[in-house]
């Protein structure tokens, strides 16, 4: 197999080139043996910390005993301790942080101003106690000899007077800042003052800005320094907009005029970034008068190579000219569109004045910042004449930054060209076939808008003349970016080109783009860049309006992926239809994809079926029932094969995931069912509550009523009964005279048995009642007229006597109750009226119904006062005959 057998040469010196020799040398020293403890016995013990011991104990214990690393450490730890117990934090840890920065290191004090930063622009602290013992922290190392430390504390400081109140900050801050303004004070205080009048000028009125604060501002604005004037310069516009714009006009304007001729070009710099951020503060009179001369100005000086004014300038010449454009003339915007012209050019071959390369090409790049303000600024109809010469000159640049630049502002120039689009033609293909990626990279940021904007308000018969030019340089694009390793960029060119579907015929779309699409789809190895070309050729098939070409893409994806002889591109496939639930209906998907995508559960190869399994889910949410109940079938039936025949524990493990995670979709839908079922439950119940309720009033209503009608009835009744029982006591009356006369009557035989039966006669007339109800009648009334009679009567009456006395007696009970009967009938009568008007209505049920049962309770009542009554008769019966037996007894003994 192999050529010859390899020799093995004796050790000895390396040989071979320096840098081999240097790296292995290195590699040497990485080698070497290291000491396995670094720390003596006494350093462990000394660097022991009892476990006892809580955060806040532990780090007062090190920050007292601990070495310099220990108590770095609690320092940079301290917003965690404040989080968790801030009082207890502040009470002991932090006067001991005090203890500890006295004489520090700058590691320590670094580590201290970043803990207090943190802390408070964190928002931790919650009164203002806190940070007031840190703000007499910073103040005291404020002025530390290390500038670092120094602008460190600054920093912490400046976040702390956003937290303070105004009198902490004017008796803690702003006091000692008279003092250190004055020049007897180190450079560094003085430059610490100037940032401090800016920060606070934001927490105070204006009439305190004014008076207190604008003096001092003053006097470092015309401090001996440049540092010092330059750094208050820029705190001049926060102090403006805390006082505002008329003091602006008459305090801070000549301030910011006399420092812009200074004799320090950074002085002038920083004067002029100054007064240009104040322009919308100023109205059309301060801008014609104060800012359109020092414009002109800064124009002139910049002719005269000062670098750091033509850089300011180049940065805000946009702003510049869109601001003043109502306040300038003609001439005077020639003279500006003139100077932007030089500006681009800064720093070529072709110009006289040669400057530093990077401060040349910084200047070039923000002219091409400014070119969608300049383009705005002349007029798009003056474009081709008055821009484009120099937008040319900078999509053409030398430097690839100054092509990036305009490469990402090209976007905002064709919106704003509309109609005249069709100019920068050329400058689209430059950018398009540059050599340099990251000119591709920033055009690809916005070339969906460009394309959109280029292939739809461009003139049409011109653009089918440029229409191959243009689409040839985007395939050779894409070519350049997919043969180089930038994968990142090959998919956001893939991305982007997914909007040709929208803006190309379909005919060519299809003959030029999908092609190429699909070859990176099969050919590519890279997975985003795949899954990339897959998104944006599942968005030409879906905007293609040609059936057969649809179809034509159709059974491409199937034969060359779904049916591919490479795992590979059957995993694509299933990709493909990942991607295509989210573009196409879902008709479509179960059309042409789902079919296809089921029948790799028969694939040899085990990462397709995995990767089948995790699309499952995905698939089963895109049926519905019942049209897709075949493909829903045929989904079961998948599922049930990868259950009985599948091996690989992997596929194995997911399928009873989605088994399992479809037995919860069924529980969910049964619960679903329940709660539903619920919610309608509790809705019926609360109708049935609130007609409940309506019911009860509306019962209650009835019953009101009704109870007036009753007591009215009772009235009536009650009058009526007075009449009857009055008019039978005369009756009674009358019937007890006639049988008193009939007894007092000489007793003779025929007189009597010839009246006896007219008597009987008449009383069976007049009662009306049966044989046996009269004789029980009869009896009942004759034992009690005769115990009445006994215990009343001393004389001895004759048995035919008491008879007639007995019937009579029986005579006037029999129509007192026959009237006590009509009485109750007629009560029962109008009971019953009563009780059929309240059955009326079907909401009065219950009460109709406690009303049968009060009335069958009084039935029942009645039935056992009848039953006691006829109990009692009967009594009564047995003892008259036993009276009467006695009598026969003693009459016949008699005799």
Known sequence: MFPGRMTLSPPGPPSGPPEELQELQELAFIERPIRRSLKTAEEIDQLTVDEDLNDVERAVYLLSVGQEVQRASVISNLPSLVRQNPAETFRRVVPKVREVLNG????????????????????????????????????????????????????????????????????????????????SHSLQARLAACRILGKASCKFDSLIVKKELLPLARSLSRDTESEVRVCMCRQLESMARAIGVEDTRTELLPELLELAGDEESSVRLAAFDSIISLMEMMDGDDRLHLLVPLVMSACDASSQVDEGVMVSLSFQFGKLCSGLAGSLSEEQKTFLLQKFQVLCITGLPTEENQMDVGESTLIRCNCCYNLPAMVAFVDPAHFLCDIHPSFSGLCSDPEVSVRRSVAASFHQVVKLLESNVHVVHKELLLLLQDSALEVLDALMNHLDETLELVLSRGDNLILDNKLPELLSALLSAEQKVGSSLRWRLHEKLLHRYSCLSRLLPGELLHQTFSARIFIILTTNKVLPVQKEAARTFCTFLRYNRKQEQRQEMMERLIQDLAQGRSYWNRLRFLDVCEIATEIFSRKYFNKHFLIPALELVHDPVANVRYKLCQLLPRLRSSLRLPADKLLLQKLDFCVQKFLCREKDKDVVAMIRKFHKRHDWD?????????????????????????????????????????????????????????GSSSSGKETRKAKLSRSRSLSSQPTSSKPVNSDRPLKVKDLSGSSGLGKSTRDDSVTTAHFTLTTQSTSSMPVLIRSKTTSLLDQASLLEQREHRKSTLDHRTGNRDQRNHMMEHRTSSLEEREHRT??????????????????????????????????????????????
Not at 133 to 162: C, F, G, P, Q, Y
Not at 857 to 880: A, N, Y
């Open 104 to 183: 520090a290191g700058a590691e320590i004090q670094l580590a201290a101003a970043t803990s207090f930063l943190t802390i408070l622009q964190d928002d931790i602290i919650l009164i203002h106690t806190h940070t007031y013992s840190i703000l007499k922290t910073v103040l005291l190392h404020l002025n530390h000899r290390d500038t670092v430390v120094s602008s460190a504390w600054l920093e912490t400081l400046l976040s702390a007077i956003n937290a303070l109140p105004k009198e902490t900050i004017k008796q803690e801050v702003l006091n000692p800042l008279l003092y250190q303004s004055q020049l």
């Open 666 to 722: 069924l529980l969910d839908q049964k619960k679903e069912k329940e709660e539903m079922l619920l919610l309608e439950m509790e809705q019926l119940e609360r109708q049935q509550s609130d007609g409940k309720l309506n019911s009860d009033k509306h019962m209650e209503r009835k019953r009101r009523d009704s109870k007036t009608s009753l007591s009215s009835a009772k009235s009536m009744s009650v009058s009526s009964s007075t």
């Open 850 to 895: 406690s009303t049968l049962d009060h009335r069958d309770h009084r039935t029942s009542t009645l039935g056992q006062r009848s039953k006691t009554m006829e109990r009692g008769s009967g009594m009564k019966d047995s003892q008259s005959r036993k009276l009467s037996m006695n009598r026969k007894s003693n009459s016949l003994q008699s005799e």
